[in-house]
């Protein structure tokens, strides 16, 4: 059975950080690009981060960008989000999902064949 497990989230306080992992289990990670997305109560999940199978192409979109660090080691067939500077409105589920292909095709969902079952992540003093 394909599937991603998340872990790492939990509570912490405004401008503190927060290093969320994603690991493949079932299938290797090598070969496909992995996404981060959120989804806060009643929001809509959104894109936040893309990293292809090489790790050579990294793309973090709107307010994480200068924030969120993404990464991978594909001999432990993880990908990493490195989240700092955490601010309440970064409080969500955090999810992650396997693209099926190599390379960063965008956020739209029907790009990711397998997904996670999110960790949350609360920002609050």
């Known amino acids: 059975q394909l599937q991603l497990v998340e872990s790492g989230g939990g509570l912490v306080q405004p401008g503190g950080p927060l290093s969320l992992s994603c690991v493949g289990s079932g299938f290797t990670l090598d070969n496909v690009a992995i996404g981060w997305f959120r989804q806060a109560p009643g929001e809509e999940r959104r894109g936040i981060s893309c990293?292809?199978?090489?790790?050579?192409?990294?793309i973090v979109t709107g307010s994480a960008k200068g924030r969120f660090t993404i990464s991978r080691d594909n001999a432990k067939n993880t990908v990493y989000l490195q989240m700092n500077s955490l601010k309440p409105e970064d409080t969500a589920v955090y999810y992650c999902a396997a693209e099926r292909g190599a390379s960063c095709s965008g956020y739209g969902p029907w790009h990711y064949d397998v997904w996670g079952q999110g960790t949350q992540v609360t920002v609050s003093s």
């Open positions: 990293i292809s199978s090489s790790g050579g192409d990294t």
